[in-house]
Every structure is written in C-alpha cells, then in structure tokens.
C-alpha cells in the first residue's frame, strides 16, 4: 500500500492514468493534456525563495561567530516547502 501523500499526488494519479489508457490503446499514441501553470504564483514562490536563499548566508556567517539567528530554522524550512512547492509545479 503506498503511503498515504503518494495516494493523492497528481503527478502520480497522471502516470496511472497513462498506464491505464497505454494498455487499452496499445497501438495509439496518448493524447496527454500539459497541467496547468500558474505563471504569476510561480513568479512569485521563484521571487521569496530567491529573497531567502540570499538572507541565510548572512545568517550562517553569524553561526562562525558564535550567534545563531533564532529565525534562520523557519527560513531554511520555508525554503525547502517552497522549492518542493516550485518543483512539483513544473515537473510532470
């Protein structure tokens, strides 16, 4: 049984979809519809991530000092939610 994130993932619903029209039309190339891009959100998750990825360098130069940014966690957490976020978007 897959887990239950991977059950609900469109990309993976897409794939079954293929799977299942490829066996019944074995002879017919599959007509498959391009998912919808949002272009202003995907600008704009491209934008923070950018204006974050630069505001952790100073922060981890601090760590040499000895200070640890009590936000830098949150950031680095932010970043990894949205790269995950731009990725599933634009890959199939």
Excluded: T
């Excluded at 991977?6 to 039309?25: D, G, I, N, T």
């Excluded at 998750?45 to 100073?58: K, T």
């Excluded at 922060?59 to 950031?75: A, H, Y």
Aim: glycine letters at 2%; hydrophobic letters at 35%.
């Amino acid at each position: 049984m897959l887990p239950r994130r991977l059950r609900a993932s469109p990309c993976l619903l897409a794939r079954r979809e293929l799977q299942r029209y490829e066996a019944m039309h074995p002879d017919e190339p599959p007509q498959v519809q391009p998912a919808h891009i949002d272009q202003p959100q995907l600008e704009r998750e491209a934008e923070e991530l950018f204006r974050l990825a630069q505001s952790v360098r100073p922060d981890v130069e601090r760590l040499g000092q000895g200070m640890l940014p009590k936000d830098v966690v949150e950031k680095l957490k932010r970043i990894e939610k949205l790269s995950k976020q731009l990725r599933s978007q634009i890959s199939p």
